[in-house]
């Protein structure tokens, strides 16, 4: 199932951000240098969860001159357009990755470590696929945190409850 996102004009695009500088110009922005920057970073990002803070020390290497509250900006608006998905991973930051990663993926959260496990996006395509069908409904995006606790959590309580 491709992945469909809402740009900031309200047009549906099909998720296709391989040129995302092209996606910029079309609704109607600039494709700074900075902008770009902003995405490579999140694409180079691996398995990293990046918060805002650790976009802006990236860009800010390269772009001395690109300040925090920009960074927020950039953001905010590829997430509107769909170019990346920002989640909350029960830390009380917000964190991002681009949506046309490789390795897009969902969360498992341990509630008492914070832990996060990366859980392959394909394992909720085929409940998105019957949710949209069954409910007649265009899905845009999907992003799934789950939260719980990890095996070292809970082999942690077990040994403590036996002492």
């Known amino acids: 199932m491709a992945q469909l996102a809402v740009d900031v004009t309200g047009r549906w695009h099909d998720g296709d951000v391989s040129d995302p500088a092209e996606l910029l110009r ?10 770009q920057m902003v995405l490579q970073v ?10 805002a803070d650790d976009v802006w020390r990236a860009v800010n290497q390269h772009y001395p001159s690109f300040n925090r509250s920009t960074t927020y900006r950039v953001l905010e608006l590829f997430s509107a357009m769909g170019l990346v998905q ?3 991973l029960g830390d009380g930051v917000a964190h991002f990755e681009a949506v046309d990663h490789p390795d897009r993926h969902h969360h498992l959260v341990c509630v008492r470590c914070g832990t996060v496990q990366n859980v392959p996006a394909d394992v909720l395509r085929e409940i998105s696929v ?12 999907v992003d799934l945190m789950i ?4 095996a070292a ?4 309580a077990s040994v403590t409850r036996r002492a």
């Open 26 to 35: 079309s609704s109607g922005f600039r494709a700074t240098p900075q902008r």
């Open 42 to 51: 999140l694409r180079e990002a691996g398995d990293r969860h990046l918060t």
């Open 86 to 88: 920002q989640t909350r």
């Open 130 to 141: 019957r949710l949209a069908e069954r409910h007649s409904f265009h899905i845009g995006s």
């Open 147 to 150: 939260q719980g606790e990890c």
């Open 153 to 156: 959590c809970r082999r942690a």
